[in-house]
């Protein structure tokens, strides 16, 4: 992949299909599983430290939450189904 070109769009996607094999691996720690949840619970959720009636702001907070445990959940590695 170091090579390669990849539009932010598909690499978006990527890791958002990692992020859910993450969560649904029987090898995942349950911290992780939790804080996932959480983390997702709390996007969806309609009472957030920042209010989505405030114009940018009010998305933004939501949207950051979301890349990080998007980019968190990356680090983890998965094992290979492949034996």
């Not at 859910?20 to 957030?48: H, M, N, Q």
């Not at 920042?50 to 998305?59: F, S, W």
């Not at 949207?63 to 998965?78: E, M």
Request: glycine share 4%; aromatic share 10%.
């Amino acid at each position: 992949m170091a090579g390669k070109n990849i539009n932010p769009f598909s690499r978006f996607l990527s890791m958002a299909r990692h992020t859910v094999a993450v969560f649904r691996a029987k090898e995942t720690p349950l911290y992780v599983k939790l804080s996932l949840a959480l983390g997702l619970l709390y996007i969806v959720s309609p009472w957030d430290l920042v209010p989505d009636a405030i114009p940018i702001l009010g998305i933004m907070d939501d949207v950051t939450l979301a890349a990080l445990l998007i980019a968190w959940a990356n680090r983890f590695c998965l094992p290979d189904k492949k034996k």
